[in-house]
């Protein structure tokens, strides 16, 4: 077919098909640790991003004017060999200096995970020492299962387990450090409920 032929819809094929990469950028689920990449899953399941959206807005509630409250996908790029796509990332307002050319370029105030399947080595182990290891301030894991969410603390060079927070308790969860936090587990948690009747 000549290059200005129409198609029966009437559309005239292109001269040459623009590679996607030459227009936009090409958008990839990946995270850098050590220098080696780990592919993400293609796409969370719903109870994963009803946790990310509720606990984003609970904490853009209380931390608005505190900081800056920001959902997944953002690459967090610690240094080059480093890139990381929290689920929820907290940079408060006197640590707004990583923020440059619209990309983060540091260590956030607070990083929270939440866990998929297959998604529970990589977040525990991996990404915590990693986290650790750039001193995060607070680092917190959230398990849709079980309904729960383990609060790590930076003391010193460790990011220590001080906590795992359950919703049956009426466990609200407040930071030392991050005096704007203020989580209430069984609002967090409810709209999951919903979801499970649906199974």
Not at 46 to 57: K, P
Not at 97 to 121: A, F
Not at 125 to 147: G, Q, S
Request: include cysteine; proline fraction near 5%.
């Amino acid at each position: 077919m000549p290059k200005d032929e129409e198609n029966k819809n009437g559309w005239k094929k292109p001269d040459r098909v623009r590679e996607q990469s030459e227009t936009y950028d090409v958008f990839e689920r990946v995270e850098t640790i050590g220098g080696l990449r780990y592919e993400l899953q293609p796409s969370p399941r719903v109870d994963h991003q009803v946790l990310v959206t509720e606990l984003g807005n609970m904490l853009s509630r209380t931390c608005h004017a505190s900081g800056l409250v920001l959902l997944a996908p953002m690459d967090v790029h610690f240094d080059e060999k480093n890139i990381v796509q929290p689920d929820v990332i907290y940079i408060a307002n006197e640590n707004m200096g990583i923020v440059r050319n619209n990309r983060i370029h540091g260590v956030p105030d607070l990083l929270v995970e939440v866990l998929s399947p297959g998604s529970g080595k990589h977040d525990k182990h991996r990404k915590r020492l990693l986290y650790e290891a750039f001193r995060v301030k607070e680092y917190w894991l959230v398990d849709p299962v079980l309904k729960t969410i383990d609060r790590y603390v930076l003391m010193g060079d460790k990011l220590e387990h001080v906590m795992t927070y359950v919703d049956y308790e009426d466990d609200r969860i407040e930071s030392e450090l991050l005096v704007c936090i203020s989580v209430e587990l069984k609002p967090l948690f409810a709209r999951l409920k919903v979801l499970e009747q649906n199974d």
